[in-house]
Every structure is written in C-alpha cells, then in structure tokens.
T-cell receptor
Framework: AQKITQTQPGMFVQEKEAVTLDCTYD???????LFWYKQPSSGEMIFLIY??????QNATEGRYSLNFQKARKSANLVISASQLGDSAMYFC?????????????FGSGTKLNVKP | DGGITQSPKYLFRKEGQNVTLSCEQN?????MYWYRQDPGQGLRLIYY???????QKGDIAEGYSVSREKKESFPLTVTSAQKNPTAFYLC????????????FGDGTRLSIL
C-alpha cells in the first residue's frame, strides 16, 4: 500500500487566489511527522512546512498552512494568495516512528500552475 | 555557508560502466539519503544512512551501492547492473529530531550515451 497518496497530478489556480493540494497518508504509528516540499523546475527541493502527529494546531508558515485531519489521515497544503512564483511541483512526505524514524516516504507530487 | 554539494551536475555514462555521484555536506548531519527521480514522478529512496559506517537499502537499491566512511560524505555508485539509470539523483541530509526536515542538494542528472 502507498504510504503517501497525492491524487492531483496537476492543478491550475488564478493568481491571488487560494489553492489546496491534497495529501493522504497511511501509517499505524502513533508518532509520525508530515512534511511538504516545493520543487521548482530547476530541481532543488525546498522545505515548506511540518506537522507532527501530536500537534493539536494546524501548522502555518507565512502563506502556507497545513490542514491536518488526523482521523481522516489527511494533511492538505493550503497556499493563500497564490503568486506566479508558486508554480512548481509540490511533494508531501511522511516520517514514521520507531527504529527507522529517519526514513521518509514521498508522494508522487502535484504540479501547480499559477495563471496571471 | 552550510549546505549539501552534489557533483557533477550532469553526468554521462557509457553502457557497462560504473559511475559515482558525489554528495558532501557540512551541516554536521548524521543522516544522509539518496533518491532517484524520473521525469514527472516523485522521489524514490535508493539508500539511506543514519550514522557513519551504517546504511540501509531503500525501495530501489538494486544496481546501486553506497559507502559512509565519513560523516560528511555519502557517495552513490551506479553500477552496470542498473539497466535504466537515466534519471535525476538527489542527495539529502538531516539532523536529529523528528520535526527536522531533510535538506537537499541541487541534484545530478545522469544520462546514458
């Protein structure tokens, strides 16, 4: 079974509007972490935001927020006031607990296009 | 500036050759990783190392080998046994703590001649 599922291969959003990128995860661990990364066309991976499984509040970092719904095992990324520079691939990732707590699982990504 | 350096940026391999991709970090991170990314796809884990002189296979280790003799270095060898090596390879490192993200290098693009 896939550990991380991103069901939107591509999305379009109008500049200055908000957009939600979906991510669902599969784990039986109680302790885990969820991460979002941005990958521009140049290829580098940029860390955006982190949510821990025990965090009661949704994480926020500037225009990025994470809509964490633990019972549904979803960790959607919300980008507010989209900018042209937000056009990129976005990856959701998870780290589980236990011995392999440094092992990360990545989703297949969502390509976001911001239209002027 | 601290960071992760991958070299070379572009690499070409002839059929039957082994090639080694370099990854060096000066962040004093314990964990290091190698991922493969095919066009339009996500990242697939090849190998990772949580500590010097120790490493674990990821999901697609066949045809690859690694070593971790120094904390700051984690080279990846793509052997001739890897039949379809053309891809973008990303190296990452991470410090301790469950809330710490991975830091990535700029990647190496490997192509077959």
């Amino acid at each position: 079974a896939q550990k991380i599922t991103q069901t939107q291969p591509g999305m379009f959003v109008q500049e200055k509007e908000a957009v939600t990128l979906d991510c669902t995860y599969d784990t039986s661990d109680q302790s885990y972490g969820l991460f979002w990364y941005k990958q521009p066309s140049s290829g580098e991976m940029i860390f955006l935001i982190y949510q821990g499984s025990y965090d009661e509040q949704n994480a926020t970092e500037g225009r990025y927020s994470l809509n964490f719904q633990k019972a549904r095992k979803s960790a959607n990324l919300v980008i507010s006031a989209s900018q042209l520079g937000d056009s990129a691939m976005y990856f959701c990732a998870m780290r589980e607990g236990g011995y392999n707590f440094n092992k990360f699982y990545f989703g297949s990504g969502t390509k976001l296009n911001v239209k002027p | 500036d601290g960071g992760i350096t991958q070299s070379p940026k572009y690499l070409f391999r002839k059929e039957g050759q082994n090639v080694t991709l370099s990854c060096e970090q000066n962040l004093n991170h314990d964990a290091m990783y190698w991922y493969r990314q095919d066009p339009g796809q996500g990242l697939r884990l090849i190998y990772y190392s949580q500590i010097v002189n120790d490493f674990q296979k990821g999901d697609i280790a066949e045809g690859y080998s690694v070593s971790r003799e120094k904390k700051e270095s984690f080279p990846l060898t793509v052997t001739s046994a890897q039949k379809n090596p053309t891809a973008f390879y990303l190296c990452a490192s991470k410090t301790g703590g469950g809330n710490q993200p991975q830091h990535f290098g700029d990647g190496t693009r490997l192509s077959i001649l």
